[in-house]
């Protein structure tokens, strides 16, 4: 990912400070702003940024909109600099007192939101009326612009990466289904994928839920709602539910068998780690296999958590033996520090654990 002064720099903020004067309004704290951006995270670039313009814009709620909307007149007023915006816009809404100034609130939000994305503002406005804000993303569902579309998805996800969390979402797993069941079917992949990751994001907590969910969209389907679906499941298919796994058609395996599971004994940080086994079937019709491997990392106080990597999905005929091979990287990563010591891999089929090895990490 670009860095922060790749994506909310200087240079944004001084594109932004100039449609600020085009749109008539003082820039001064805006142009201020950037000169403290070292050292500062994106989200934290801005917030500064937005703390600026509501210092720069009006501070009456009228003018503040007319402001805005003249600052979405502009097409210079697109990219990194429209976050700090939408931010503004969903604080001053939110805090505005009426009804009528919420929703102008969240009008400008879908004007945005086709500039970059007013997701993140979006849950300043959920998390003061959470009602409020799922009826307007609801109607937004049959908008014109995918982008506002999406925006319905997205900005209601459970647990939308880099944005605060919605407690009033949190423990009403249903209220944002309304919206998603009438977004699986769109036209554009954008939507869909954003659609997907939300029902994906709701098995961290519900299966049961997203289960039966998937279950109605695989009734009523069209050309792309079988890939939508797996992408939705993939969470609980790596953690081997039976319920989602029987419902893309991976049972459980009865007939299969792992043998010869082989795994180098060693292997270095930076190197690779080679995997082989052979799958059997033994039974008399052919079987449908989701294969996954298990790394049991070790950690830091010496206990080993396991992670789920893809191996390969398949169909193993009857009587038919099918061999699987896989290395593993060790290369280092950021979001992962090695600890040498023993550690251990699992090679799970239709999600049941079929093979256990052990392996040293060296440092």
């Given at each position: ?81 429209v976050w700090p915006i939408t931010e503004a816009v969903a604080s001053r809404a939110s805090t505005a007192g009426s009804a009528r100034a919420f929703d102008t609130g969240l009008v400008l939000l879908k004007k945005l939101t086709p500039r970059l ?247």
């Amino acid at each position: 990912m670009p860095f922060a002064d790749e994506l909310l720099g200087a240079p944004a903020v001084k594109a932004l400070a100039g449609c600020l004067t085009v749109a008539g309004q003082r820039s001064t704290a805006t142009k201020r702003s950037a000169k403290a951006f070292d050292g500062m995270a994106l989200k934290e670039r801005s917030d500064l940024v937005c703390d600026a313009l509501l210092e720069d814009l009006p501070d009456d709620y009228v003018d503040f909109v007319a402001a805005v909307n003249a600052l979405v007149a502009q097409p210079e007023c697109s990219g990194w600099m429209v976050w700090p915006i939408t931010e503004a816009v969903a604080s001053r809404a939110s805090t505005a007192g009426s009804a009528r100034a919420f929703d102008t609130g969240l009008v400008l939000l879908k004007k945005l939101t086709p500039r970059l994305t007013a997701e993140f503002a979006l849950r300043t406005m959920l998390i003061a009326d959470v009602d409020r804000t799922l009826a307007a993303a609801k109607r937004w569902t049959t908008a014109r612009d995918e982008h506002v579309r999406r925006l319905a998805s997205e900005g209601t996800r459970h647990y939308l990466p880099w944005a605060r969390r919605v407690p009033q979402l949190l423990t009403r797993p249903d209220a944002t289904l309304p919206i998603i069941d009438a977004l699986y079917r769109d036209p554009s992949d954008y939507v869909r994928r954003s659609v997907a990751n939300h029902l994906n994001d709701l098995s961290r907590q519900h299966p049961e839920l997203v289960v039966d969910t998937a279950t109605r969209w695989l009734a009523a389907p069209d050309a792309n709602t079988d890939r939508l679906v797996r992408h939705a499941l993939r969470t609980l298919i790596k953690r081997g539910d039976a319920n989602a796994l029987a419902l893309l058609g991976f049972a459980a395996p009865a007939s299969i068998s792992l043998v010869g599971l082989n795994v180098d004994p060693t292997v270095s940080v930076g190197g690779t780690l080679g995997i082989s086994a052979t799958l059997i079937n033994s039974g008399d019709e052919p079987v449908r296999v989701i294969v996954d491997y298990s790394v049991g990392f070790r950690k830091a106080n010496g206990t080993v958590a396991h992670k789920v990597f893809k191996l390969a999905a398949k169909t193993v005929g009857p009587g038919e033996r099918v061999d699987i091979a896989k290395t593993h990287s060790f290369a280092p990563i950021t979001t992962r520090r090695y600890y040498p010591g023993g550690h251990e891999l699992a090679i799970q089929v239709n999600g049941l654990r079929m093979g256990l090895a052990e392996f040293e990490l060296l440092g």
